[in-house]
């Protein structure tokens, strides 16, 4: 097909595969450059197929021969699949190919990551691996044989036997190919052991090379059991085979990878140790092991139709992880932490080029919708489902889609279905969630007369790509009233918006109440009200909401940086004694100050510049943070140094939420401290870190004021046979570089010799900081624009997956000025022009540069 004519799929053409795939026998014969793949499948025509096709995928593979029932047929062949003629009674279709896994550097289907053999075939991978029906609605049971020299040989299910040179697995439940995984190499185990509530046992096992990341199992196994637990407790759900394998793996596009029975991990999202990880990894491997082992049933057990219902599984799944983390750490801290990255990057999404629905209608290369939209807009929906029918419905209708979907590949109309069978609650105008994409504004406008307070929300979306006009939705808007001396005078409230424009009243109130509006964030929109930050100032003090605390608090964060950038006012004095105040107050959770105490991203800050109307100038907002933070260190002068005594955890090092609460705060006051000492401080906590979280906080106070050079060094020096603390590393330098150094500082490290391209954790260490530090990306030099493009294009031809997901750096493009605007305009033309662009990439661009 040519390039300037892609081929999109949609939603509304789905048809049903023709035939039942009875079993499946594959043999691998492995071999780095030439492995042999035999396929041996039982096929039977569905009787009431309309559609009898009998199309294969199949992309870069090299056919062997094809036999049916032992006879050799010769099929058509193209490069996306192949075609044949086949009986219409039940037949055996066997076929051998070759594949290269040492070439593969798309790390899509079998590849090599040092030295060891692993897969990845969701979402269209297992396509590279041999001629398949690669489509999750066909699920079958997998018997896999491995030959090789490797010591380790292991796919899905439970082992059937192994000896020199060979082994064999079944996987009794039958899965949909992108389940399917074979890993091969020299590696060692991390055994556990688990018992279900009915009493079987599992064996669980964490691989790893041999080596350094040995010691850097145990964390992952705990947080693995206490997943199974929690599952157990509060879905009813248990584990399905005897044995759990996790496999941790240097080369990966993405997280993590739930394949049934055989997880796959990129290496940064499980192995941990207090020396090498910080509270914010230990955080979140916790939150992806449970994420992948969840997906066993929701995702694997009960899997998707088709790849438009992926939120299905992904929004269903990450709301179970963000559960189970509120459930093992701090569910506030846990909700503040889920709304800052909602905002940072689906918001971004949302509003600009590239916003589709949570379930999109239509694509050319599904791996571009593996987004935060589909992931974690996918979870805010379920959320707003679970408010709107309470807990008690919402684990009933859970219970209902186990016991009815248990084994087959659904819909979103099933989902809803299930609550609607189980609630009586209609989802018609819900189910607008699904198909509607954009942030809804939510505007606010009150009126106090004679004690009865009436609130007016009126709703509206911005138009997106292909969706001008949108219906009104129902938005849950959590609600709570306090009075003007700080009491609650009405507890929380479920207001549920359908309208486009709807009154609430509120009734018997002695005096005109301070509302707290959008509680817990209960929707995933933007709040228009016209407020003061005195008030502000109120809720930031009162709200009995910590959620809504933490939000009060950030909203005059934004409003008085946003007075800097516009009036070039100087930072208000009243919030920074507000802040003072809260820093101070050893009442409240050291990780809510913590995060009171942190400002809001310089791209946020562009981002709600955009939404008012003005063109974000990105010096102006570096220069106002940097104002800012200055202001507030000189404030706190006098009392930094005690506070950051009182702030230090003491005694050996343990990743705990309050522990890491409380170094999270400690973090936050050295690096306002080394703004006045000189780096003093920080060097002497880098000096004497015992784990990676305060050494790397020290490092990045350093770095950030231009005085951890020896530090830098001494890091290296320490670290460069680590991979994952070398990612730090490179991306630490870009994060903290001045605007005007920030290109030239990625441009050198892309000349160093530990950068390596394909390696997607380092590229991303290094163009990730890159397009994450605001001004530095969009200096007016447009340095970072370019560098980031050639990069891009030189990638492309390596791994499109990772290229294309690393374009959205551009998404945002049109907000900013028209210099810079054409800057990244003629970058992303010469992207779009590259010889030989991946469809991947050539969607993206495409996408973005149309908006
Ligand atoms: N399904 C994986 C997850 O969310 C993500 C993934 C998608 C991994 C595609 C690899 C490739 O857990
Ligand atoms: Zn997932």
Redesign the pocket.
């Known amino acids: 097909m040519a390039k300037d004519t892609p081929q999109t799929f949609y939603l509304k053409d789905y048809t049903p595969f023709g035939y039942d795939v009875e079993s499946v026998h594959l043999t691998f014969r492995l071999s780095p450059e030439t492995t042999r793949v035999l396929s041996k499948i039982r096929f039977a025509p569905k009787a009431d197929a309309a559609d009898k096709t009998f199309f294969l995928h199949g992309e870069d593979l090299q056919l062997i021969s094809a036999k049916i029932d032992g006879q050799e047929v010769a099929p058509e062949v193209t490069d996306k699949g192949l075609s044949c003629d086949v009986p219409g009674a039940p037949f055996t279709w066997e076929a051998e190919v070759e594949i290269n896994p040492a070439g593969n550097t798309a790390l899509e289907g079998l590849y090599m990551s040092n030295r060891m053999y692993c897969t990845?075939c969701?979402?269209e991978?297992f396509r590279k691996i041999t001629y398949y029906p690669d489509r999750p609605d066909v699920m079958s049971t997998f018997t896999v044989r491995i030959e090789g020299d490797e010591p380790v040989m292991l796919s899905n299910g439970n082992p059937m036997g192994h000896g020199e040179g060979w082994a064999e697995w079944h996987d009794p439940w039958p899965k949909p190919a992108y389940l399917f995984a074979l890993v091969a190499g020299d590696l060692v185990n991390h055994p556990g052991q688990f018992t279900t509530k009915s009493g079987k046992v599992v064996e669980l096992n964490i691989w790893v090379r041999p080596g350094p990341d040995e010691g850097k199992c145990a964390f992952g196994m705990e947080a693995l059991k206490k997943s199974m637990t929690w599952d157990e407790e509060v879905y009813g759900l248990e584990y399905d085979l005897e044995l759990f394998n996790i496999v941790a793996v240097d080369d990966?596009?993405?997280?993590?990878?739930?394949n049934k029975g055989l997880n796959i991990f990129n290496s940064s999202c499980v192995l941990a140790s207090p020396e090498t990880s910080t509270d914010a990894n230990f955080e979140r491997i916790e939150a992806?092991i449970a994420?992948?082992y969840f997906?066993n049933w929701t995702?694997n057990r009960i899997t998707c139709r088709d790849w438009f219902q992926l939120c299905l599984?992904?929004g269903l799944?990450v709301f179970r992880d963000a559960q189970f983390t509120s459930d093992m750490r701090s569910e506030p801290v846990k909700r503040i932490e889920d709304v800052i990255t909602l905002r940072a990057r689906q918001f971004p999404e949302d509003g600009g080029p590239l916003a589709h629905p949570p379930r999109p209608e239509e694509f050319q290369e599904i791996?571009n919708f593996?987004t935060a939209t589909v992931?974690e807009k996918g979870a805010e929906v379920i959320g707003m489902l679970k408010r709107l029918v309470g807990d008690e419905n919402y684990y009933k209708a859970l219970k209902l889609y186990f016991e009815r979907h248990d084994g087959q590949a659904c819909t979103i109309e099933d989902w809803l279905q299930v609550f609607e069978d189980a609630t009586g609650r209609d989802l018609q105008q819900f189910k607008l969630w699904y198909s509607q994409a954009g942030t809804p504004r939510v505007k606010v406008s009150e009126e106090y007369a004679d004690g009865t307070y009436t609130l007016t929300l009126e709703q509206s979306t911005p138009p997106t790509p292909g969706q001008p006009d949108k219906a009104p939705r129902v938005i849950p808007m959590a609600v709570g009233l306090l009075s003007p001396n700080g009491d609650e005078v009405r507890a929380t409230e479920v207001l549920e918006l359908t309208e486009a424009k709807q009154s609430f009243t509120f009734d018997g109130l002695a005096a005109k109440p301070v509302p707290s509006i959008l509680r817990e964030f209960s929707a995933p929109v933007i709040l228009e009200r016209d407020t003061t930050n005195a008030e502000r100032a109120f809720l930031l003090a009162h709200d009995t909401d910590p959620f809504n605390r933490w939000e009060a608090g950030n909203a005059l964060a934004k409003e008085v940086r946003l007075a800097m950038v516009l009036d070039g006012a100087a930072p208000d004095g009243a919030y920074l004694d507000a802040l003072e105040k809260l820093v101070r107050d050893d009442d409240q959770d050291p990780a809510f100050r913590a995060l009171v105490l942190s400002p809001p991203s310089q791209a946020d800050i562009a981002q709600t510049l955009f939404e008012r109307g003005y063109t974000p100038d990105p010096q102006k907002i570096y220069d106002a943070a940097e104002t800012f933070t200055q202001t507030l260190a000189q404030q706190l002068e006098t009392s930094l140094p005690r506070l950051y005594a009182a702030t230090t955890v003491e005694g050996p090092y343990a990743p705990d939420a309050d522990s890491a609460g409380k170094r999270a705060l400690n973090g936050r006051i050295l690096s306002l401290l080394t703004r006045l000492d000189g780096g003093e401080q920080a060097a002497r906590q880098y000096a004497a870190a015992d784990n990676m979280t305060q050494q790397y906080t020290a490092l990045a106070a350093l770095m950030k004021a231009e005085k951890g050079d020896a530090q830098s060094q001494a890091f290296f020096d320490q670290w460069n046979d680590d991979r994952l603390v070398m990612d730090k590393w490179f991306a630490l330098q870009i994060a903290c570089a001045a605007p005007q150094k920030t290109a030239a500082t990625a441009a050198a490290l892309t000349n160093h010799a530990l950068f390596d391209m394909k390696n997607p954790n380092r590229f991303r260490a290094v163009f990730g900081a890159l397009a994450g530090n605001h001004a530095g990306f969009h200096h007016a030099s447009g340095e970072a624009y370019a560098l980031l493009a050639e990069n891009l294009i030189a990638l492309d031809k390596l791994n499109p997956q990772t290229t294309a997901r690393m374009c959205a750096a551009f998404q945002t493009w049109k907000r900013y000025d028209a210099g810079r605007q054409s800057l990244i305009r003629a970058r992303m033309s010469r992207i779009a022009g590259a010889p030989g662009l991946s469809r991947d990439t050539n969607e993206m661009i495409t996408r973005i540069l149309d908006a």
């Open positions: 990845q969701e979402a991978g990966f596009n993405m997280g993590a990878m739930e992806i994420h992948e997906h995702g599984k992904e799944t791996n593996y992931y």
